[in-house]
């Protein structure tokens, strides 16, 4: 067995080059780990070929594998989502921001196009209510690892996708990450749970720096006062509200500008100082 991963990057606020997760656990395991420059380049694939490997398995490797390891091997590719369903760089985060009820696991082939191998198995999960990034992705982690184990054990026979019901899961940009209170109330609440705990969302403030939203949910506030217009931010309750186009938003969980996350009553508290 032959660990191969992405050559140690810069990490945290002093850039010090860190290896990827995957290879901090093939050392505690003591497996052999690669990481090469380029997974395309001659040395890698010979190196790669000294192993004589039945097969290869990729898992967010972050790189396009391409002739001649593309054709040299079976390539399975651990994805979580239900192929053709968010094809692409952010599956988990998009199926929570479409607001989706269940998501899940495909096992695929590997091939020269965007996810769009043939699938050896998959199996869905729901989505519960209150899932976030973090809680939904240790889920399909787990199951990701079994579906793995039943495909590389059985080789089950490869069904093609429908391209017709492909959709795409875009690489997230800053602008995902802003919580528009112009938008629905239910809308804003996906994308805070979709982007935590690995991202975040923010709302804009009046003095036009950015409060970190971590944990919000909906609420209903009876009355509100004829002033909150879409992106107030109500300051006399227990936790900010944000007033959003169809209702409110409570936001559990905050991190102002320069500082740690804190719960909303601990920012207000400090607000009223």
Known sequence: MLVVSRPDSPQ??????????????????????????????????ERIADERPE??????????????????YPI??????????WRGAAPIERAILAGDATTGVSIMRLTAGLDDGPVFIQEPVLIEPHDDYGTLARRLERLGGDLLVSALDQMPPQVPQD????????????????????????????????????????VGLDD??????????????PGLPPESESGTILLQGERPILVASDGALELLEVQPPA???????????????
């Open 12 to 45: 945290g606020r002093g850039r010090r080059l860190a290896p990827p997760p995957t290879v901090t656990v093939a050392r505690e395991l003591a497996l052999p780990v690669y990481q090469p420059e380029s997974v395309n380049s001659q040395e890698a694939y």
């Open 259 to 273: 500082k740690k996350r804190m719960d909303g009553d601990a920012y207000l508290r400090g607000l009223r100082r």
């Open 163 to 202: 391209d017709r019901d492909a959709t795409y899961a875009e690489k997230l940009t800053p602008e995902d990450r802003r919580l528009d209170p112009r938008r629905p109330v239910a809308e804003l609440a996906r994308r805070v749970r979709a982007l935590s705990p690995h991202i975040g969302a923010y």
């Open 55 to 72: 097969a290869l398995v990729v898992c967010a490797f972050g790189a396009l594998i391409k002739p001649p390891l593309l054709e040299a």
């Open 208 to 221: 036009g720096t950015r409060l970190g939203v971590w944990r919000a949910t909906p609420v209903d506030v």
């Open 76 to 85: 399975l590719n651990v994805h979580p989502s239900m192929l053709p369903r």
